[in-house]
């Protein structure tokens, strides 16, 4: 007890790391997309954080692989350079002008903070976009009429990405795929984190977003639904309930696990620690979606 007493503090968290245990055995070698979101991401203190989370679950022998978004900063850059931007549909209308603008700030400025990033707090990280190694092959999306250059996923490349993690890299990929014609096109960050998930039959697909997870009651916070199985997630998308930028990101949940990836999780990236939360923790967070869903099935 004496013992105790003295280390008490010390014990304390060998104790935390020891709770991990199951978890960082069950998921060590397991492959992890992570959908960094726009709105989740203006926070220099989280996004430090959020960072760190990722160099750790690295280091306990997990395989992350980093998506983002960048919709802020590309507001704002054009919005410095007099560029109006228009959306339809939730889909930005992306004339060439705003494609090299949009390519711009995603491959260039956000890629290349959230390699430094990384690389500052002990991780190697290499950021690409879906453009290398044609990882993402696209076309035009013409769902909406004619929007410009917003692209349809056609294709998935995946051997760049495991060449990094087969090398022990953390691949950041901002979300610019390459056109059949040539030309560069902008995609969804969801749909393309989603697309790479079901790729690399990812155990896990986490989404980092300004919410708390999928609300019932978009306008009450403690409505969170916290698991939700393949069937009654196709059931939501229907009733209305899920609108603006929650439909890709349901969509892309629903699409990944259909297609092989064993959970989606839409989680608050606000939160500190919340990724560390979701993967080590047996309550989780946010919204979990799976095939099937069982109470205790955290682990
Ligand atoms: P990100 O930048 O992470 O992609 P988005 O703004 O595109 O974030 O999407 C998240 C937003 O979706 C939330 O901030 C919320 O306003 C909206 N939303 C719509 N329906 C729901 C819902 N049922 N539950 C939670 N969020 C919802
Ligand atoms: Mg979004």
């Known amino acids: 007890m004496i ?9 304390a968290k060998a104790e935390i790391l020891i709770e991990a245990l199951p978890y960082i055995k069950k998921f060590s070698g397991a492959t992890v997309v992570i959908k960094y979101g726009g709105n989740a991401m203006i926070d220099c203190q989280i996004k430090k954080m959020v960072m760190q989370d990722i160099v750790l679950l690295k280091y306990v022998g997990l395989n992350p692989v980093i998506v983002h978004g ?23 209308v992306t004339d060439e002008k705003t494609m090299e603008v949009v390519e711009m700030v995603l491959t260039g400025k956000i890629n290349k903070e959230i390699v430094s990033l990384i690389n500052e707090i002990g991780g190697k990280a290499i950021g690409i976009s879906g453009k290398d190694g044609k990882l993402l092959v696209a076309e035009k999306d013409t769902a909406n009429g004619d929007i410009g ?15 990094m993690l087969d090398k022990g890299f953390i691949p950041v990929i901002a979300p610019c795929a390459v056109g059949k ?10 749909t393309a984190a989603g697309k790479i998930a079901e790729a690399l039959k990812a155990e896990k697909f986490i989404l980092l977003t300004d919410v708390e997870g999928i609300l019932s009651d978009v306008n009450d916070k403690s409505s969170v639904i916290s698991r939700i199985d393949l ?26 696990v259909e297609n092989g990836v064993k959970r989606a999780h839409i989680i608050d990236g606000r939160l500190t620690h919340s990724l560390l939360l979701e993967i080590f ?4 967070i946010g919204t979990m979606i799976g095939k099937e869903c069982f109470d205790d099935d955290n682990l």
């Open 181 to 190: 014609d040539g030309k560069t096109y902008n995609v969804n960050a969801d």
């Open 70 to 92: 960048g919709g802020p900063d590309i507001n704002k850059m054009l919005e410095s350079l007099n560029i109006e931007s228009k959306f339809v549909n939730g889909l930005r």
């Open 281 to 284: 923790t047996d309550e989780g």
């Open 149 to 163: 250059y917003v692209g349809k996923i056609e294709e998935v490349n995946i051997d760049v990405i495991k060449m």
């Open 3 to 11: 013992k105790r007493q003295k280390y008490g503090d010390e014990i």
């Open 231 to 256: 069937d009654a997630a196709k059931e939501l998308m229907t009733t209305g309930k899920i609108t603006g930028g929650m439909i890709p990101k349901l969509k892309c949940c629903i699409q990944a």
